[in-house]
């Protein structure tokens, strides 16, 4: 069966502080990847997606950024974070199978930057 | 607006009651889907239901959708307690890899 990881669950940041969010998907090849950021009592918006090693496609734009470097493995990253960047992170995976993209998420992590 | 609007936006019910949540979008799908989130807790699909397809039943959720209204909604019956979550619809236009969801409905079920 396919699992899917994130982590860390909770992270507190001070601003300008670099980020790291890792997610990785075991169970399944070739998956579409998908970052989310959700406010506080609010909706998902679509951060990066991809749909294979080194692909990433951008949603908003933004001071964070995404990497693919192994199949099965989505980073997103910061350089320098803001207070605009906490939230809930949601990573999420979809098959190809017969163009059904229904999504599985992660636990996600929740981020606060101070 | 959003692509996958949900109306309303906070639910309240007794325990044993139906619940109903709508979501409206504005461009042709492929198809469309629901999901649940608990508090805290990444969302987990229930249900999807095809472009070409009016209703769906899986246990006590009931899906149905008129695209020619651009409209779906879910049905909880007979509702738990464990029921109260936030609850999200999301579409696939099929051109691309991506959905889209709405801002969700909170499902409150009292005791």
């Known amino acids: 069966s396919q699992t899917i990881h994130q982590w860390p669950a909770t992270l507190v940041q001070p601003v300008g502080s670099p980020l790291s969010l890792e997610c990785t998907v075991e169970?399944?090849?070739?998956?579409?990847l998908y970052w989310y950021r959700q406010a506080a009592g609010r909706g998902l918006q679509l951060l990066f997606y991809?749909?294979?090693?080194?692909?990433i496609s951008s949603e908003v734009p933004q001071n964070l950024s995404a990497s693919r470097p192994q199949d099965r493995q989505f980073i997103l990253s910061s350089k320098k974070l803001l207070l605009s960047d906490s939230g809930f992170y949601l990573c999420?995976?979809?098959?190809?199978?017969?163009?059904?993209?229904?999504?599985?998420f992660g636990p996600g992590t929740r981020l606060l930057v101070l | 607006s959003q692509q996958g609007e949900e109306d309303p936006q906070a639910l309240s019910i007794q325990e044993g009651e139906n619940a109903t949540m709508n979501c409206s979008y504005k461009?042709?799908?492929?198809?469309l889907q629901w999901y649940r989130q608990n508090s805290g807790r990444g969302l987990v699909h229930l249900i999807l239901?095809?472009?070409?397809?009016r209703e769906k039943h899986s246990g006590r959720l009931r899906v149905t959708l008129d695209t020619s209204k651009k409209s779906s909604s879910l049905l909880i019956t007979a509702s738990r307690a464990a029921d109260t979550a936030s609850y999200f619809c999301?579409?696939?236009?099929?051109?691309?890899?991506?959905?889209?969801f709405g801002k969700g409905i909170t499902l409150s079920v009292r005791p």
């Open positions: 999420a995976w979809s098959t190809k199978y017969r163009g059904v993209k229904t999504q599985y």
């Open positions: 169970g399944t090849s070739n998956p579409n």
């Open positions: 991809s749909v294979g090693i080194g692909q």
């Open positions: 461009t042709s799908i492929n198809n």
């Open positions: 239901i095809r472009s070409n397809e």
């Open positions: 999301a579409t696939d236009k099929g051109a691309n890899s991506k959905l889209t």
